[in-house]
């Protein structure tokens, strides 16, 4: 059929991910299962590059369902470093363990709005009735939410996740989309204003470099309106919150400078905040707050202002928000990663003396390494897994062939070498980093960087 492939997906991703109110950031998966596996969002990805890059990845669907029986779910959350971007979704065994080809996970705003709610399960009956659905209790993502969703019997085509947001499956990508749009509107709240920002205060109050008042209007009301103040800052509603956006939110008086509010932030919680509530007066976001976490922050106001004053919020209890443990761990240290690895890079400088230091050698096999590194645009660990047949594809100038050459023709006609070596052996990053910490010393690299990873892509960033 014509509307179940890949493509079919690919275009339902594309419409979804369109759409803030659906999804935002990299949250929401979608899968389609044929005779023999599965095609499911890879993990960190977003549903909006669906088209741009290829976001989907095959899963032997008997291996994902077998996650359920053994509770062994660490194929789809680990593996080396390189294959990262190549995880499948950690949602994967719920989506193995539905029956129906086309299943989509959503965490659109009203359903995760209701989702919250304490009197959702005695409300929800009347909006959704008619439609063949279940509320199922908040579980960690993964093999537990997988295993909540397996323990419900008869034909079930819609779930509200407590605390997360919504589910919904049917026979073709066509037909869950359409569903999809049905829950919505039947779930669809209205949306609750707060008084507009006071944005000559927040002006005021900015007395360091990098802050400025949030752009959307919608954002300020989490500090005008006090019914989302109330909200956010209770507890944490829904695990994306935890792991994101670093927990409840803190409110700062008014009259307090964003320099104290920074230091009063980082003294509570250890790290730097990216943006900040002012009490009554609107919200100030730091220029270095990252997309997707801009779209959690988004989207945390878009939950709150449909959630009504009179209803009861059920937070996330501590024992759950320890289940979310793992998560939030592996989020934040890809990101501490990410700035430690910046932090390492040598500067054009320094890269520069490095490079005249290995020349000076004359060592061609380091000559041609460092050659890789400093003038072709590649970094340490990029080398450190450099193979042969790499190399020919690479677009190297014509003078650094000629430094490279003889190294290249050796390797020449020899499969999966790794460049590296100049031999069949991998260098380890210690044999590596010998070599780092000899040319850096000469080269007076501070000694914290003599480092492989330290080397940067950067190309051209030397000149011999
Ligand atoms: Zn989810």
């Known amino acids: 059929m014509s509307e179940n492939n890949l493509d079919s997906l690919i275009e339902l991703g594309e419409r979804l991910g369109g759409n803030p109110l659906l999804s935002h950031a990299n949250t929401g998966n979608i899968s389609l299962k044929d005779h023999e596996g599965l095609w499911v969002k890879i993990s960190g990805a977003s549903l909006a590059d669906a088209r741009r890059r290829g976001i989907f990845m095959r899963v032997n669907l008997l291996r994902a369902q077998a996650c359920l029986d053994t509770g062994q779910d660490h194929w789809l959350v680990s593996g080396n470093d390189a294959a990262e971007s190549l995880r499948p979704s950690i949602e994967t065994p719920m989506h193995a363990v539905i029956s129906r080809r086309a299943v989509i996970h959503l965490h659109s705003v009203n359903a995760v709005a209701w989702s919250v709610r304490g009197d959702a399960r005695e409300r929800l009956g009347a909006h959704l009735s008619g439609l063949p659905w279940r509320w199922i209790r908040f579980a960690p993502s993964g093999v537990p939410l997988a295993r909540e969703i397996a323990r419900v019997r008869g034909h079930v085509q819609v779930f ?43 002006k005021y109050l900015i007395d360091e470099s990098g802050w400025r008042p949030a752009s959307d209007e919608r954002l300020h009301a989490l500090a005008t309106d006090p019914v989302s103040r109330r909200i956010v800052t209770g507890g944490v509603l829904y695990p994306c919150h935890a792991i994101f956006l670093r927990g409840p939110a ?35 976001v730091h220029d ?103 190399v020919r594809d690479l677009d190297i100038e014509p003078s650094d062939i000629e ?41 007076g690299i501070p000694a914290q960087k003599r480092r492989w990873t330290a080397l940067p892509a950067e190309r051209f960033a030397a000149t011999a």
């Open 250 to 284: 803190t409110v700062v008086d008014p009259i307090t400078r964003v320099s104290d509010a920074v230091r009063a932030h980082m003294r509570r919680h250890g790290v730097r905040p990216d943006f900040l509530i002012f009490r009554d007066a609107g919200v100030l």
């Open 160 to 202: 509200i996740l407590a605390n997360h947001g919504l589910v919904v499956s049917a026979d073709t990508c066509g037909e869950a989309e359409a569903l999809v749009y049905e829950v919505e509107k039947r779930l669809a709240v209205p949306l609750r204003s707060g008084p507009p920002a006071d944005l000559n205060r927040l």
């Open 288 to 390: 270095g707050m990252d997309g997707p976490r801009r779209e959690m922050l988004q989207a945390l106001a878009e939950v709150a202002a449909r959630i009504p004053d009179h209803a009861a919020v059920r937070w996330l209890t501590p024992g759950e928000l320890s289940t979310l443990g793992g998560m939030t761990a592996a989020y934040w240290r890809q990101e501490h990663q990410a700035e430690r690895q910046q932090m390492l890079c040598l500067t054009p400088a320094e890269l520069n003396r490095l490079y005249n230091a290995v020349v000076a050698d004359n060592e061609k096999r380091h000559v041609a390494i460092f050659t890789l590194v400093c003038r072709c645009g590649l970094g340490g660990a990029q080398v450190l897994d450099l193979r042969a047949s790499d």
């Open 403 to 443: 430094t490279m050459g003889p190294w290249i023709r050796h390797l020449a006609g020899v499969p999966d070498a790794f460049f590296a070596s100049g031999c069949r052996r991998k260098l380890s990053v210690a044999e590596m980093d010998t070599l780092m910490k000899y040319y850096g010393a000469i080269a």
